[in-house]
């Protein structure tokens, strides 16, 4: 095969992946701009802000990101990560010892039967147990609020770290499609200065002596 058009080939096919890793990182970080704008635009419209640097508790002062977003608005992922997670985590562990929404269920139900017993049997404590109810029922009411935005805002920042994540992978198609440009226009000039003679792996014919 001819050595320049073996060079045309590789030059042509590179120019070619190089095109199409360029539209793969387009559409890469479209999806990462789409990502980042909407976490953005639906963290921004609650209104959150962290607590300032001189109001911030013992605890919260032992966060690290507490301390760095300090004062700020909450509109990015790693923000929210660190507002459930350091912020209503922590607060969450504070109320009814720390157990969780559905924890809470059992000991509610079972106040629930208490106090529906004592009321038939018009019991002296009914009025203790009409307060335990209430009380565990706003612990529970409080814990199930919590969790709901601690929830919320982590997937806000999942979604957002797929954003990222598209961001690293438009970057790499990116720096390939450059490398092959470079490759190509390499190849394309090898082939305008290589002899159209010239021929590429051809077998060496041996002479014939007499």
């Not at 307060?131 to 612990?139: D, I, N, T, W, Y």
């Not at 814990?143 to 999942?158: I, N």
Request: aromatic residues 6%; charged residues 20%.
């Amino acid at each position: 095969m001819k050595r320049r058009t073996l060079d045309l080939l590789f030059s042509i096919g590179g120019l070619g992946l190089a095109v199409l890793l360029l539209v793969v990182g387009v559409v890469l970080t479209t999806n990462a701009n789409f990502a980042n704008n909407y976490v953005h635009d639906q963290l921004a419209a609650q209104h959150i802000s962290f607590t300032p640097q001189d109001k911030l508790s013992d605890e919260e002062k032992k966060s690290d990101c507490l301390r760095e977003y300090a004062g700020q608005r909450l509109t990015t992922g790693k923000q929210a990560e660190c507002y459930a997670n350091e912020y209503i985590g922590l607060h969450l562990t504070s109320i009814a010892g720390g157990k969780t929404y559905a924890d809470l269920g059992a000991p509610q139900s079972a106040l629930r039967e208490q106090v529906a017993q004592a009321e038939q049997a018009k019991a002296a404590n009914l009025a203790d147990l009409q307060k335990q109810l209430a009380e565990v029922s706003a612990q529970r009411d409080t814990v199930f609020k919590g969790e709901t935005l601690r929830g919320l805002l982590l997937t806000s920042y999942g979604f957002s770290e797929f954003g990222r994540k598209a961001e690293q992978g438009a970057l790499a198609m990116y720096l390939g499609a450059a490398l092959l440009l470079l490759l190509s226009a390499a190849g394309l000039l090898h082939a305008l200065r290589t002899p159209a003679s010239a021929t590429f792996a051809a077998p060496e014919h041996e002479k014939i002596t007499t």
